[in-house]
């Protein structure tokens, strides 16, 4: 307290008891004036001014040069208009605005005729037909095994009319079955490698960590 030092360091800046001081000093039951700095004092106050202080002569009891006096500057009226502005100057090859490409030296093809040089508001030949779009998006995997039934003209025949119908009846029955059992059995087989492929990706740290 003797020292008027804090440590938030707000006492030694400002000269000024801090609230932590302050709580202090008021517990002591001292007053908070007796801890300020000198500084803030009425008596220092007064004999800073005791000598007093001399006041400076006016412009006109200034002293005159031979020196040539401030010229004042010119009197600058500006254009009628809005005015300009100081961007740098752009080059014969730049375009005037940043987000738009110019029109110059560009290539025009007329939509209606197809060809270049005009539009199809000034053209006068004969509409051309534009070839069709490819569809958008890649094309589907059994794409390539689409075929056109028109192309194809089918008879419905009943069986028994066929006379190898009931000789081959039977083998082709037995041929059907085998068939059958062989992409079940196939089937499956690849049901059994995805849930294995799955459950490796989904636990394949188990090995790491038993």
Known sequence: ???????CRSWQINGIPCIHAAKVILCMGRKLSEYVADCFITIRWRETYSFGIKPLNGILEWPQ??????IPPPNQNGNPGRPRNHDRMKSMYETGSTTKLSRANRIITCSKCKEEG????????????????KPRGRPKKNQGLQFDQSHFSFTQVPPWSIPEFSQGQSSQAQSSQA???QASRWEQ??????????????????????
């Not at 040069?65 to 401030?70: A, H, Q, Y």
């Not at 087989?189 to 038993?210: C, E, I, L, V």
């Open 1 to 7: 307290m003797e020292a008027k030092t804090c440590a």
């Open 65 to 70: 040069t031979n020196r040539l006096g401030v």
């Open 118 to 133: 005009h539009n199809k508001t000034t053209c006068s030949n004969e509409t051309v037909e534009s070839p069709p779009k």
């Open 179 to 181: 068939q059958f059992s």
């Open 189 to 210: 087989m690849s049901q059994d490698q995805a849930s294995q492929n799955q459950a490796s990706q989904t636990y394949g740290w188990g090995r790491w960590f038993p």
